[in-house]
């Protein structure tokens, strides 16, 4: 029985049959490994996964976590999860040998955990986060900080988080007050108090290393006068020991619909140790190092959620008898599986599309990661850097957005059962609902996207996007059928939608092209999809088997019913409508 956590079969195909990442063994940096190494992880991911995340992820939905004033406590599930992913070396899977890392492509690191947030988005919400923390720390740190806080993370013994936001600023991390005061021994104290932290506070590591932005006293105002700290919950003796504990606490746990077997708190901190990393006031610029591979690993769970419900929904649907061919005019014969009927069949389709499409971009964006990291040339990293820059907000939004809608179509496909917590896609649903505002809203991601990313250096990521789906369209033309009819229609789509982005910008009029960003990231989101559909299809080509012949099918449904969704977008942006911008607060 095929498992309904993840595909194995899909990420087979994606990583071999189509991003073929076992040639990336032929760069200096992975030539250590090969196929079959790669095969091995995952086998081992799935494994892990299967065992000792997937099991208590009802129970952490409903035992979340409890603070009784001093301790804050997690059912011992979490804890045996993460210490097995621990003895297993997998925290440092994509990181330098140097440091204790494995050094295996990002793509197969990115395949592997997938396996992990499928299971139980909570508990690997604790490790998504410890990764992140510990790569910021490896690029940017010092080689002391390295020592006291990477390596102990990368070994299971710490755990990290990021702690941005705060109660009174939100988003908008220029507006921060947290304080930082030098002192004489090189350490800083930090004041201020710390909001939405997860992984923030617990009991199952030594030590749990905070990332804090905070203002030195007399640095520049907004962003510029940031810096990056980190703070340990335990101070670190010189001999790497952990020592007592550092002035930084929570004041309770905040309670959320979904992902609840992740803590979530209100951190204070009174004049808390913290060591200051890289140079003053570019904290910004570290932590969006953070941030982007976060926004790529919420995309990445968002996916997970999404691609988990739709495998559930799918063998229910082959399973519950219900009903009979709509041709069928007999009451006595047998009832057919509600596969069988078509209504059902465009809610699996949608679900496929949506959530193979949104597997497909996160794999491909964690390529262009390898690609920048084993490049031989500076104008090899810096065309991955160009596009995964223009990606990174849609990798994160996008998924957030329609792998949603899967797990509600999942809940749909379930009828009744499907709103009950005896089946998980009432579940899924929830967890999933937290992304589309973790790491950045889908308000923050467009205007990323269409104010920054779209016109940096006078248009070179927009270039080197059209760039690339140019050459897929020119191997859709080659490989010659079905799929010439899908290069058109996406030719067509991307050439409207550098139009439209032309004609905003020449209009002069900033704020009306702005007021709607989140629907030019929608259009825009749903053409980068396509383009990895008519990447899959042509992948297929000449290819024979139920599997292939169901990504032929998908990639056939997201052309004709979601990619006609943005002409009408693309329409109304073009327009500069005022709609929304002009609306005033008191006509609500």
């Known amino acids: 029985m095929r498992s309904t956590i993840m595909s194995r079969r899909d990420l087979d195909f994606l990583l071999f049959e189509w991003l073929a990442v076992d040639e990336l063994t032929k760069r200096p940096r992975f030539a250590e490994h090969s196929r079959e190494t790669f095969s091995d992880v995952l086998d081992l991911c799935e494994e892990l996964a299967t065992r000792y995340f997937a099991p208590h992820n009802k129970k952490g939905d409903q035992n979340e976590p409890s603070f009784d004033g001093t301790t804050v406590t997690v059912i ?3 804890k045996q999860a993460l210490d097995a992913f621990a003895a297993a070396d997998l925290i440092g899977m994509g990181m330098d040998q140097s440091l204790g890392g494995a050094q295996l492509p990002t ?9 992990f947030s499928a299971a139980n988005i909570s508990t690997s919400g604790y490790l998504m986060l410890t990764v992140a923390n510990a790569n910021l720390l490896a690029k940017f740190g010092s080689a002391e900080q390295i020592s006291m806080f990477v390596k102990p993370m990368l070994a299971g013994r710490f755990t990290g988080t990021m702690a941005l936001s705060e109660p009174q600023a939100g988003s908008s991390l220029a507006d921060i007050v947290t304080r930082a005061e030098p002192q004489d021994d090189g350490t800083y104290r930090l004041f201020g108090s710390k909001m939405w932290i997860s992984g923030a506070e617990h009991e199952m590591s030594e030590n749990i290393v905070h990332l804090v932005l905070a203002k030195i006293l007399g640095g520049p105002p ?21 020592g007592r504990r550092n002035d930084v606490a929570i004041s309770g746990l905040n309670h959320k619909m979904g992902q609840r077997g992740i803590t979530n708190t209100v951190l204070n901190f009174n004049g808390a140790v913290g060591h200051l990393v890289g140079e003053p006031h570019r904290g910004i610029v570290y932590m969006f190092h953070m941030m982007n591979q976060a926004r790529l690993g919420v995309g990445m769970g968002a996916v997970s959620l999404g691609y988990t419900g739709y495998l559930k929904s799918l063998q229910y649907a082959l399973e519950r008898p219900q009903g009979r061919p709509i041709t069928s005019k007999d009451p006595t014969t047998p009832q057919v599986p509600i596969v069988e009927h078509a209504d059902v069949k465009r809610m699996l389709l949608a679900q496929k599309s949506y959530v193979e499409g949104a597997l497909a971009l996160a794999l491909y964006c964690a390529r262009l990661v390898d690609w920048q990291d084993s490049a031989d040339s500076e104008n090899e990293r810096d065309s991955a850097a160009l596009l995964l820059d223009i990606l990174t907000p849609i990798a994160k939004s996008w998924p957030s957005q329609w792998c949603l809608e899967a797990n509600s179509l999942a809940i749909q496909v379930l009828g009744g059962y499907g709103y009950t917590r005896e089946y998980d896609v009432e579940q899924h ?12 809203t889908h308000g923050i991601q467009s205007l990323d996207l269409l104010g920054r990313k779209v016109t940096q250096r006078n248009g070179a990521s927009l270039s080197a996007l059209g760039a690339a789906i140019a050459q897929s369209i020119t191997a859709a033309g ?16 991307w050439q409207r939608l550098v139009g439209v982005t032309m004609s905003m910008f020449a209009s002069g009029d900033v704020e009306a092209a702005m007021a709607n960003s989140a629907i030019y990231l929608e259009a825009f989101g749903h053409i980068v999809i396509a383009w990895m559909w008519l990447e899959q299809f042509v992948a297929t080509d000449g290819l024979t088997g139920d599997f292939y012949d169901g ?16 002409a009408p977008q693309l329409q109304l942006l073009e327009s500069l409508d005022r709609t929304t911008l002009e609306m005033l607060p008191g006509w609500f």
């Open 76 to 78: 011992p599930e979490v």
């Open 107 to 115: 793509t197969v690191a990115h395949a592997g955990f997938v396996w």
């Open 222 to 242: 907004g962003t510029k006068g940031i810096s990056l700290f980190a703070v340990p919950k335990f101070l670190v003796d010189a001999d790497g020991s952990v």
């Open 429 to 440: 649903y929830r967890d999933n609902r937290l992304n589309p505002i973790h790491e950045g």
């Open 478 to 493: 080659k490989a010659g059928g079905e799929a010439v009819d899908l290069a058109a229609a996406l030719d067509a789509s």
């Open 551 to 566: 990504k032929r099918r998908a990639a056939r449904y997201f052309f004709r019913y979601e990619l006609p969704r943005t």
